[in-house]
């Protein structure tokens, strides 16, 4: 039982090997019943009128013990969970969509996860890195690499360690002292008092490194060209699901996901069975939206 479990998922699948035979994502039902706002509180509120208590979800839980406020909303957070699966699932057989709820659930407990790749090059990707001169660059770049193996080692997303905006702004000031550091937006006493000595270390090794050995900005990838007719049937789809989403009450990415529809697009698929071999497809959405799709392609 889950609330917006794909991270977690991915995180026990990955790192503990975890495989799951059945689960019900309580965030996902609520999308097929039409709900925009997807939050715990918003579901319970509606459904079981409940209120949470305050939200916790910026405090360092890495420290211990827990306060008592931090252990209720920890038992807030799945304490009425079954009690919400319950009153989803009888929304969802009303409207008819517990089927495909349970066939969205199966796929996401049967997802296979890869280990994360760590790519080298993903430094250049942050808000503000393309606009940087190749010393910050570098500055950047160790900062990455820093962010990327205290994450590991205290088992945390890297975002929890530092932030995005934080590693460019230290990239920019690139701080020599610990005071210097403590001015940096996102530098907090904690941030300072836990990694301020490697920040600064590898602030300070960026510097030293010779001009030859700084990063250099990549040339953008070439995006291969879709050819004239995939395009066309593409569109068609676009205009097909803008057309058909606000008659089932359903966010138009449900009704179909923009991942599939270069992949039907490019099959052009002639009937049902062509595209239910279509991957990622869903059994529940070529039966009810096969035909549709079908015609919307054909006029192209």
Known sequence: MLHAGDNDLAHLKRRYGFTFDAIFDTSLAARFLGARALGLDVLLREYLAVELPPSRQKDDWSVRPLTDAQERYAVADVLHLLELKDRLVEAL???GRLAWVEEECAALAAEAMPERVIDPQAFFRLKGARDLKPRPLGILRALWNLRERLARGADRPPFKILGDATL???AVAAPRTVTELGKVP?????????WGHSILEAVAHAQAQPDEE??????PPRVPSVPGPVRRRIELLRQWRTEAAPAT????????????MRPIAEVAPRDLEALARVDGIRRWRVENFGPQILAAIRTS
């Not at 996102?186 to 836990?194: D, E, I, L, Y």
């Not at 700084?214 to 040339?219: A, G």
């Not at 009450?249 to 599939?260: D, H, I, K, T």
């Open 186 to 194: 996102g530098c907090t006493p904690r941030v300072t008092g836990r």
């Open 249 to 260: 009450g359903l966010e138009s990415g449900v009704v179909l996901p923009n991942r599939l």
């Open 93 to 95: 057989g009303s409207a």
């Open 168 to 170: 460019v702004a230290l």
């Open 214 to 219: 700084l990063p250099v900005l990549p040339r």
